[in-house]
């Protein structure tokens, strides 16, 4: 069956930096573009960053530009996201997502997020 699994979240203090995984199964990783997510308490999950399937292309959202990198491996089914210079606004649980369309469908798959607190 599918699975995504996020890893790497935990405690860092502002400033520090976090590398979080996310390793893929039951699927074809390197046909999907692959999406990092993220949610605070009290808040709507928002965009952080994608990936394209070949992982030319790279886009991500302005709150983490200059200081996230989104990058996949598709020998080892995993995308990564690299968080520098973190700010507790970064606070969140953060989800990976894996998405295709086929057929005239959209596959979408979701992963159940590794918690990143910022804080001193």
């Known amino acids: 069956q599918v699975q995504l699994v996020e890893s790497g979240g935990g405690l860092v203090q502002p400033g520090g930096s976090l590398r979080l995984s996310c390793a893929a199964s039951?699927?074809?990783?390197?046909?999907?573009?692959m999406s990092w997510y993220r949610q605070a308490p009290g808040k709507e999950r928002e965009f952080v960053a994608d990936?394209?399937?070949?992982?030319?292309?790279?886009n991500y959202a302005d709150s983490v530009k200059g200081r996230f990198t989104i990058s996949r491996d598709n020998a080892k089914n995993t995308v990564y996201l690299q968080m520098n210079s973190l700010k507790p606004e970064d606070t969140a649980v953060y989800y990976c997502?894996?998405?295709?369309?086929?057929?005239?469908?959209?596959?979408?798959?979701w992963g159940e997020g590794t918690q990143v607190t910022v804080s001193s």
């Open positions: 997502n894996a998405k295709r369309r086929y057929l005239g469908r959209n596959l979408v798959y």
């Open positions: 039951g699927f074809t990783f390197s046909s999907y573009a």
């Open positions: 990936i394209a399937s070949g992982g030319g292309s790279t």
